[in-house]
T-cell receptor, first 114, second 119 residues
Framework: DTAVSQTPKYLVTQMGNDKSIKCEQNLGHDTMYWYKQDSKKFLKIMFSYNNKELIINETVPNRFSPKSPDKAHLNLHINSLELGDSAVYFC?????????????FGPGTRLLVL | AQTVTQSQPEMSVQEAETVTLSCTYDTSESDYYLFWYKQPPSRQMILVIRQEAYKQQNATENRFSVNFQKAAKSFSLKISDSQLGDAAMYFCAYRSALNYGGATNKLIFGTGTLLAVQP
């Protein structure tokens, strides 16, 4: 019944490694997002996809590469992890790009880079 | 660029009492949406309430209501009859209703207010 799911929920890794976070939504939504929440709880958009097409890339380093194999999935791959990448990453989805559409968030993935 | 400010890092309320969380925003746009999200310790982001800027009537959802003052660019959240389950981080968020470069897609968040509910 989970609307927006993310795997894994926790990820601990070493600096320099490459890791992926998966996101899936079963709501039939067209638009998906990645947000980053830093240690001070500040939430900021990273990417947005609509029907598998990249809409927003919010000045995120090239080490971050989103991939949307289909409308229901938006995965986040991170190369050469750095200490500053430690954060909670949230996936979200909405029916479409409409401004009034509610964004439904996943449970978050807590990434810790050592 | 739009900004959202929550000036209260922490608030506390007694169970069954009423509390108001403040939010101000800065924008030159006339059409936009405002949201309050709740993040309990489980980390799950949950939509509490939303307001369309073109609607003068304040939104309400059960014990949650907003005081939307468009001219003052203020959007406060009132929680009535506070319950222990209301304890969480509350985020105010802005979303443009214009659509240039996908701008309508992103939520712009404030820094959050941590609400404690005392039994």
């Amino acid at each position: 019944d989970t609307a927006v799911s993310q795997t894994p929920k926790y990820l601990v890794t070493q600096m320099g490694n490459d890791k992926s976070i998966k996101c899936e939504q079963n709501l039939g939504h067209d638009t998906m997002y990645w947000y980053k929440q830093d240690s001070k709880k500040f939430l900021k958009i990273m990417f947005s996809y609509n029907n598998k097409e990249l809409i927003i890339n919010e000045t995120v380093p090239n080490r971050f590469s989103p991939k949307s194999p289909d409308k229901a999935h938006l995965n986040l791959h991170i190369n050469s992890l750095e200490l500053g990448d430690s954060a909670v990453y949230f996936c979200a989805s909405s029916q479409d790009q409409g401004a009034g559409e509610t964004q439904y968030f996943g449970p978050g993935t807590r990434l810790l880079v050592l | 660029a739009q900004t959202v400010t929550q000036s209260q890092p922490e608030m506390s309320v007694q169970e069954a009492e009423t509390v108001t969380l403040s939010c101000t925003y800065d924008t030159s746009e006339s059409d936009y949406y405002l949201f309050w999200y709740k993040q309990p310790p489980s980390r799950q982001m949950i939509l509490v309430i939303r307001q369309e800027a073109y609607k003068q009537q304040n939104a309400t959802e059960n014990r949650f209501s907003v005081n939307f003052q468009k001219a003052a660019k203020s959007f406060s959240l009132k929680i009535s009859d506070s319950q222990l389950g209301d304890a969480a981080m509350y985020f105010c968020a802005y979303r443009s209703a214009l659509n240039y470069g996908g701008a309508t897609n992103k939520l712009i968040f404030g820094t959050g207010t941590l609400l404690a509910v005392q039994p």
